[in-house]
């Protein structure tokens, strides 16, 4: 069902204009956004920033409450790209208690689609579920399984103009990006990302049951905002950071702890910053309609 008034749209042409006011003195229009996820955040230093800009500013951006997640949003220019840095996202687990969750999980990537960005990339720590897959590995999201959490289009539709009330998926990232990417390195790997809720981490069984239905590698973000961008009309890239291997049996023994100290290692750190300046290179000589 449409609404005739929908607030939503209202906060996030608010947050946008705020946004507006202080890139267009600059002369700056973002064309990708990119989420930083957790301890992704040395990400962040690639982008030579031509406004930065707490999420706590911005009216109705919802801030981050997690440790490793800094909640910035950071104009400029990554290898000449002009972006949106968004470091820092909101989880489903963390705003679950509030009456549509998931408006607030997707609020960024509303925001990011009408000030102008044409392509959304997420980034993300996940499990690996593969028994080939190492620590600090970097897997292209291929697709998802996305039924564990509720579908961010479930409600009232959100009528920015053009955006579809019934979404078709096939080809929801963007099979040329994907290319690109992993054209980087032929050790980057492409799969299957499903995200569950969380808190937790999975049990032994839960980690049996993911497998037989062919994921990959387990996280608990990404899916909504992707699905999001892709509505709004974006091209999308998913990215996961591998930071813990999942046993053969099953034992999913990682820690938040353990997670964000595989980030903060300086190889996954190298590793990362070489691949993403090495993207946006391609990106930026490919002449797509994002650049
Ligand atoms: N499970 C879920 N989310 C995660 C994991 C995991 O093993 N590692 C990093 N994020």
Do not use: W
Request: hydrophobic share 45%; proline share 6%; glycine share 8%.
């Amino acid at each position: 069902m449409k609404k005739e008034n929908d607030q939503y749209i209202d906060h996030v042409q608010e947050a946008v204009r705020f946004i507006q006011d202080k890139l267009r003195p600059k002369r700056f229009f973002p064309r990708v956004a990119l989420t930083i996820g957790s301890g992704l955040g040395k990400l962040a230093a690639l982008i030579k920033p031509v406004a930065t800009i707490p999420y706590a500013a911005i009216p109705h951006y919802p801030a981050s409450t997690v440790v490793g997640h800094e909640g910035l949003l950071i104009a400029g220019y990554l290898e000449g790209v002009p972006m949106l840095g968004l470091k820092g996202r909101k989880h489903y687990y963390e705003v679950a208690h509030l009456p549509t969750p998931m408006d607030t999980v997707v609020f960024p990537v509303h925001v990011a689609a009408s000030l102008g960005c044409r392509l959304y990339v997420a980034t993300n720590a996940s499990g690996g579920l593969k028994a080939q897959f190492r620590i600090g590995d970097l897997m292209v999201i291929r697709s998802h399984i996305g039924f564990f959490l509720p579908n961010p289009l479930l409600g009232i539709q959100h009528d920015f103009g053009g955006n579809s009330y019934f979404q078709p998926l096939a080809d929801l990232y963007t099979p040329a990006l994907r290319t690109l990417f992993r054209s980087i390195d032929p050790a980057i790997r492409e799969g299957v990302y499903v995200a569950l809720s969380g808190r937790t981490f999975e049990t032994q069984a839960e980690v049996l049951v993911l497998r037989q239905l062919g994921a990959d590698c387990v996280g608990m973000s990404t899916i909504p905002e992707v699905i999001i961008a892709h509505n709004r009309g974006m091209k999308t890239l998913g990215v996961s950071l591998v930071t813990n291997v999942i046993a053969k049996d099953g034992t999913n023994a990682t820690s938040h702890e353990e997670v964000l100290g595989v980030l903060s290692s300086p190889l996954v750190e190298e590793k990362l910053m070489h691949v993403f300046r090495t993207f946006f290179q391609k990106i930026k000589t490919s002449n797509a309609e994002y650049v």
